[in-house]
């Protein structure tokens, strides 16, 4: 439209009609065929060939000298048609360009019904292969979640398989293997501790059962039931020993256990305590005792009652594993600000084996001989524990046949 415009801007002044003719005949055969303008004296300057043939439409919208785009159908064709009106020289002319749009619109058809087709096919395609991509990528994560419902506390050794992948979910297996490694490792330990427990309480209650059966069973003199009923009372008083001990322990296992509260002690004033606790069993066994303490008070910070019942522990010990003739010797010292208390004996010893083991719940190196004894393997492990509320250390030295060393040796405090 643009070039026909100016084609006559240009040409009009200056041509005769036949010549304009020519012109616009030369311009519909570069620019399109179907050009047709009309004068506003209702005469046709120009019409082109195809125009006056194909598009009577065309001619009914011309004359209704309507400006503007239009859309027409003729002949099962349709067309675009351009009116617009031009002033030039003081005549007004009406130019009207017109485009078969037949294809392109069966093209926009065409496009529209497959649009129409496609749309919901890619829609079931997209949500199916969401689906099945997110299906793919949550894969793991339901891998996860299916064995670790699986998990309970008969099956605590399985573990989550781990991707090979160093990705966010290989991480969350390995955190998650990790808490089931404590957790298995913690529960063995329970269970070790009960099935000991139980066994340890069973044998002196089975004796204490047999020894009254047994004195039941027929008439006896007196000296023999107060016998029986001593055997039966040094084995109560055995098991609710026991008892205690394992209170303890499963007290300081719970996590809601307080930390003990620590409060400005003199710790010699509890050696010497002890140390005078114990001597009716140095007597009995015929062991010396030598004690080596500061006469001035020595401030750490503790709990009385439980320092006490660590040093009876290890006193115990010493008088416990001690041949009879031998020594002990306990003593308090204050090296480098720390202050370290020790209890050396000349007794029977523990071997290299035994020694890393001591410390361990229900462990005695000699069973036999702890029998008579009447340790249940407890005492260090609470000397340990009590030790470590106090965040003190327990050292031990010793060699077999040559007697042994215990040390709590306590950390510096800056009050005093
Ligand atoms: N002073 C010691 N001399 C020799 N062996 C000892 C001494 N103290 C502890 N032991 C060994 O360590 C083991 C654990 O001690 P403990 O926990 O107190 O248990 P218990 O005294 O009930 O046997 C003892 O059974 C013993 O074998
Ligand atoms: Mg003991």
């Not at 643009?2 to 020519?22: H, R, Y």
């Not at 050696?271 to 303490?293: G, I, M, Y």
């Amino acid at each position: 439209m643009d070039a026909v415009t100016a084609m006559m801007q240009v040409s009009v002044p200056k041509l005769s009609l036949a010549e304009l003719e020519d012109e616009f005949r030369e311009q519909s055969s570069l620019g399109g065929d179907l050009i047709q303008v009309k004068s506003s004296d209702g005469g046709w300057v120009f019409r082109s060939p195809s125009t006056q043939q194909f598009a009577p439409e065309l001619v009914k919208i011309a004359s209704a000298d309507q400006p503007g785009v239009h859309e027409t159908e003729t002949k099962g064709k349709r067309y675009r048609v351009l009116t617009q009106p031009l002033e030039i020289g003081g005549r007004k002319y009406l130019v009207q360009v017109a485009a078969n749009i037949s294809d392109f619109a069966e093209l926009q058809r065409k496009f529209f019904w497959l649009t129409m087709l496609l749309i919901p096919l890619m829609i079931v395609g997209a949500s199916t292969g969401g689906y099945w991509l997110s299906g793919r990528a949550f894969k793991p994560v339901t891998t996860i979640i299916e064995k670790a419902r699986s998990i309970n506390a008969t099956n605590l050794s399985s573990r989550l398989a781990v991707s090979g992948n160093k990705d966010e979910l290989h991480k969350l297996s390995e955190t998650l293997n990790g808490m089931l490694d404590r957790i298995e490792s913690s529960f063995k330990k329970v269970q070790q501790f009960s099935d000991d427990a139980s066994h340890e309480l069973r044998t002196p209650i089975s004796l204490i059962r047999t020894t009254a059966e047994l004195a039941l069973r027929r008439e006896r003199d007196p000296e023999t039931y107060r016998t029986a009923l001593n055997e039966i009372l040094i084995e109560s008083e055995k098991t609710s020993e026991m008892i205690e001990s394992l209170l303890v322990l499963a007290r300081s296992d719970a996590s809601s256990q307080p930390q003990l509260p620590l409060l400005k002690t003199d710790i010699a004033a509890i050696v010497r305590d002890c140390c005078n606790k114990v001597a009716p069993f140095t007597q009995s066994r015929e062991l010396s005792h030598v004690v080596d303490l500061p006469s001035t008070p020595t401030v750490i910070l503790g709990d009385a009652k439980f320092l006490e019942r660590l040093l009876l522990l290890i006193l115990d010990n010493a008088i416990k594993y001690s041949h009879p003739g031998g020594q002990i010797r306990t003593k308090l010292e204050r090296i480098a600000g720390s202050v370290t208390v020790t209890v050396e004996d000349t007794g029977i010893g523990i071997s290299e084996e035994d020694l890393p083991r001591i410390f361990e719940r229900f462990y005695r190196a000699d069973k036999a001989r702890s029998r008579d004894g009447a340790g249940a393997g407890l005492g260090l492990s609470i000397a340990k524990w009590i030790a470590d509320m106090h965040h003190a250390e327990l050292l031990v030295a010793s060699s077999v046949g040559q007697g042994s060393s215990f040390t709590i040796r306590f950390p510096q405090i800056s009050v005093e």
